[in-house]
């Protein structure tokens, strides 16, 4: 699975907590996306990464914010949880701009859910 | 506002048949149209693509058509098998941007 390892893989919060969630790869690729998926909306970008510290947002990154001292890591926080966040999450690498220079190769996903 | 629209949202097939998935684009600057397959508990996979400068592109059993006069593309699946079973997303990018996913059709073939 091109050397993405999402964590945790399942989690339960409360309405109100703050919760991160890590992307950890072995590839040394430097960009890095978080998604979300939900039932007819597809994969919706949340903010994605073009280096270490470089960050950007993507189309629903209200009440997210990201994080990436390391090349290998990039972290999603939820500063404080809300049901609306309760979701699948995907974190994607691609070794170059633009999939079709490059693909983007997905984890396995973090399932979130916002009691 | 979704800039990729995909149908149907759920396909149940007979081993053996076609599967046809369909989207449909507005942002014609979009030049590059790849599909995604996702397995129960895994990541989408990158499964096939296309660029507007051909019609059709064809991979063993799986097969895009792509209409640039109608803003439309579609995937065929021949002789579908029941591990064909999954999701695809289609999706589409344009230069300088990120990728746009369609709704996602859940793909169900019998056996």
């Known amino acids: 699975d091109a050397g993405i390892t999402q964590s945790p893989r399942h989690k339960v919060t409360e309405t109100g907590t703050p919760v991160t969630l890590r992307c950890h790869q072995t590839?040394?690729?430097?960009?890095m996306y978080w998604y979300r998926q939900d039932p007819g909306h597809g994969l919706r970008l949340i903010h994605y990464?073009?280096?270490?510290?470089?960050?950007d947002k993507g189309e629903v990154s209200d009440g997210y914010s990201v994080s990436r001292s390391k090349t290998e890591d990039f972290l999603l926080t939820l500063e404080s949880a809300t049901s609306s966040q309760t979701s699948v999450y995907f974190c994607?690498?691609?070794?170059?701009?633009?999939?079709?220079?490059?693909?983007?190769?997905f984890g396995n996903g973090t399932r979130l859910t916002v009691t | 506002q979704q800039q990729v629209k995909q149908s149907p949202q759920s396909l149940i097939v007979q081993k053996g048949g076609i599967s046809i998935i369909n989207c449909a684009y507005e942002n014609t600057a979009f030049d590059y149209f790849p599909w995604y397959q996702q397995f129960p508990g895994k990541g989408p996979a990158l499964l096939i693509a296309i660029r507007p400068d051909v019609s059709e592109k064809k991979e063993g059993r799986f097969t895009i058509s792509f209409n640039k006069s109608a803003k439309q593309f579609s995937l065929h699946i021949m002789d579908s098998q029941p591990g064909d079973s999954a999701t695809y997303f289609c999706a589409a990018e344009s230069s300088g941007s990120r990728l746009t996913f369609g709704e996602g059709t859940q793909l169900t073939v019998n056996p």
């Open positions: 990464s073009y280096g270490v510290k470089d960050t």
């Open positions: 994607a690498i691609s070794e170059r701009a633009g999939a079709y220079n490059s693909p983007l190769h």
């Open positions: 590839e040394n690729h430097r960009y």
